[in-house]
């Protein structure tokens, strides 16, 4: 730590509330935060939040340096049907929708291909669940994607749908899971975690995989050294006592599996998101504030930066300039360039839908850091030095939406239209 680091530090303790001081002290000499204490810290306001972002940037910096990271990847999501009705949801869509869409395995390998010339070292699938799945759907999209091309990282399918493909095909959990890594995928997306307590989720996504069995699918995966992300979405009904929670759940697993790769939090988009559009469920916020956003970083590098040491900042939700932002309040990643993105798009985000590598160093360099390209695993690939920047094709893209299409395109035009076998 600098002296002015340090002179700051110390300045703004001095200044908050005893409780909150002495926590965030404990923390800083590497005192694990309990559950109790971390509920006060996800209260914090004012100057006692200032302590924590603080705390939590020290805390970034002693855990992993001063490097931020981002992935080249591309995003697909190959079907937006599904028979759920997830409250959040604006993505899906009935089966009989003239909007519902399924990409071919052919279509999905053509973009991941078109990805990787790019530069793309990842790509993310995760979809619907379309009604009568074939129950090894999953597998053999994964080995049509591994057949086609070795070496690209298939991060795919949430626990949802592992969960959707166990019980469509047969197969039991760990069998599934064995199969898919036999087929190729690297790992999976810590997603449809939302918040890990059944009764927000019963209010916000009744009939969502549990939490229970959101932990069988992620730590089975563990087990099969598949490794994971691990995900919260927030600014919905929940109260900060579920983030407190849900964290401390996350960190339990991690030191028992140690699977987990990242965290990533994620507001709720609301504007289209049905349950908030629509008043499907009483007392929904309009999303996260700007200081909940700050103070989720922030409590997450707390509770969790000496388990899982990266905590991203998702530009798609919270917007570039705050994703930058958050860099100085326990963030070290601004995860992909994505390419497509569809599910925050349909929620009523506008930040568009790809962010080339270099813009990405751009905004890691003003913010006084140093940028890398990582891998999925979060190995440094390459770190760009006084002032280098990416020489990446994706860069000169003009029109992101004409020449990789658009989820907005995909709906309208048909072409790929969801037909039920
Ligand atoms: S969140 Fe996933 S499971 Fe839920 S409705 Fe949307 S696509 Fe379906």
């Known amino acids: 730590m600098s002296t002015g680091d340090a002179g700051s530090l110390h300045t703004a303790l001095d200044r908050v509330a005893r409780p909150v001081r002495d926590i965030l002290a404990r923390a800083l000499d590497g005192a694990e935060v309990s559950v109790a204490e971390g509920d006060l810290l996800a209260r914090a306001t004012g100057r006692d939040l200032q302590a924590l972002t603080l705390a939590a940037d020290e805390l970034r910096r002693r855990q992993v340096g001063d490097t931020v990271t981002f992935v080249i990847n591309r995003n697909i999501n190959f079907t937006n049907v599904c028979i759920k009705h997830c409250g959040f949801c604006a993505f899906s869509r009935d089966h009989r929708e003239e909007e519902g869409y399924l990409l071919p395995v052919a279509e999905v390998v053509r973009r991941a291909r078109e990805a990787r010339d790019l530069g793309a070292t990842e790509v993310c699938i995760q979809a619907g669940l379309p009604p009568k799945l074939e129950g090894r ?88 050294g598949i490794r994971t992300t691990s995900t919260i979405m927030y600014g919905h009904v929940e109260a900060p006592e579920h983030w407190v929670r849900h964290m401390a759940l996350l960190r339990t697993i991690q030191k028992d599996t140690g699977g987990f790769t990242e965290f990533v939090p994620l507001s709720l988009i609301h504007s289209e998101a049905p349950m908030y559009a629509k008043g499907l469920v009483p007392g929904v916020r309009p999303g996260a504030t700007g200081v909940e956003v700050v103070r989720m970083h922030a409590l997450a590098r707390v509770l969790l930066g000496a388990v899982i040491p990266n905590v991203q900042a998702s530009w798609v939700k919270e917007g570039p300039k705050l994703a930058q932002a958050l860099l100085d309040a326990g963030a070290n990643d601004l995860g992909g360039t994505l390419i497509n993105e569809s599910i925050s798009t349909s929620a009523g985000a506008g930040y568009g839908q790809l962010v080339g590598p270099g813009e990405l160093v751009r905004w890691i360099r003003e913010a006084g850091r140093v940028p890398a390209q990582r891998d999925t695993a979060y190995r440094i690939l390459k770190t760009y030095r006084d002032g280098e920047t990416p020489a990446s094709p994706l860069d000169a893209v003009e029109d992101a939406e004409a020449r990789f299409g658009s989820y907005r395109r995909l709906i309208a035009s048909g072409e790929f239209r969801f037909m039920q076998r």
Do not use: C, M, N
């Open 137 to 224: 759907y999953y597998i053999d999209l994964a080995r049509a994607i591994t057949q086609a091309l070795p070496g690209l990282h298939i991060h795919a399918f949430s626990p949802e749908e592992v969960l959707y493909g166990s019980v469509r095909s047969g197969l039991s959990i760990k069998e599934y899971l064995a199969e898919l890594k036999d087929a190729g995928l690297g790992t999976l997306p810590g997603t449809s975690a939302e918040i890990l307590d059944q009764e927000i989720r019963d209010r916000i996504s009744r009939g969502r995989i549990t939490v229970d069995q959101w932990v069988e699918v992620i730590t089975t995966a563990h087990a099969l």
